[in-house]
Nanobody
Framework: QVQLVESGGGLVQPGGSLRLSCVAS????????MDWYRQAPGKQRDWVAT???????AYADFVKGRFAISRDNASNTVYLQMNSLKPEDTAVYYC???????????WGQGTQVTVSS
């Protein structure tokens, strides 16, 4: 099993940047595919980005060119660099770990990102 803790959220002006971090503890971090999701008030949770254990990445269309996902297996951390932030990026951001070898998944508790002037 793995436990996930996100950090790095906060209040930022439109056009600004934030970097979210998600630290994993527990089993071998490199065995997990890592995702970022987000959920705005009153809306469903949406997938944002994925990074595989080989650092292959994929992004939702609404963040392509603005967000970048990365991972550091040595420190058991996945990052989400968010640039050119818009008010519609306001949401709670969650990281998720999915095992490469089973159906096991784990979620963090989320970190709030608010984009407002």
């Amino acid at each position: 099993q793995v436990q996930l803790v996100e950090s790095g959220g906060g209040l930022v002006q439109p056009g600004g940047s934030l970097r979210l971090s998600c630290v994993a503890s527990g089993n071998i971090f490199s065995a997990y595919i890592m995702d970022w999701y987000r959920q705005a008030p009153g809306k469903q949770r949406d997938w944002v980005a994925t990074i595989t254990s080989a650092s292959l990445t994929a992004y939702a269309d609404f963040v392509k060119g603005r967000f970048a996902i990365s991972r550091d297996n040595a420190s058991n951390t996945v990052y989400l660099q968010m640039n050119s932030l818009k008010p519609e990026d306001t949401a709670v951001y969650y990281c998720k770990a999915a095992s490469r070898y089973s159906n096991y998944t784990a979620w963090g508790q989320g970190t709030q990102v608010t984009v407002s002037s």
